[in-house]
């Protein structure tokens, strides 16, 4: 991950977090998406653009 942007997206679950999250990654950033639900959909959607995933822990996801 050395040199890549991280992005720390709350909200990430579902809507409007859920959609920044994916643009984020789609821009090439790391993502760390977070949530009272689980994301594991947006976890799912965000691997399917090769951008890397990470737990709010920092391990991956």
């Given at each position: ?12 679950a ?20 977070c949530?009272?639900e ?24």
């Amino acid at each position: 991950m050395s040199g890549q942007s991280v992005a720390l997206v709350t909200g990430a679950a579902k809507g409007i977090g859920a959609a920044i999250a994916l643009r984020l990654a789609q821009a090439g950033f790391a993502v760390i998406a977070c949530d009272i639900e689980d994301c594991a959909e947006t976890r799912g959607r965000i691997e399917e653009t090769g951008s890397e995933v990470l737990s709010p822990g920092g391990y991956r996801s």
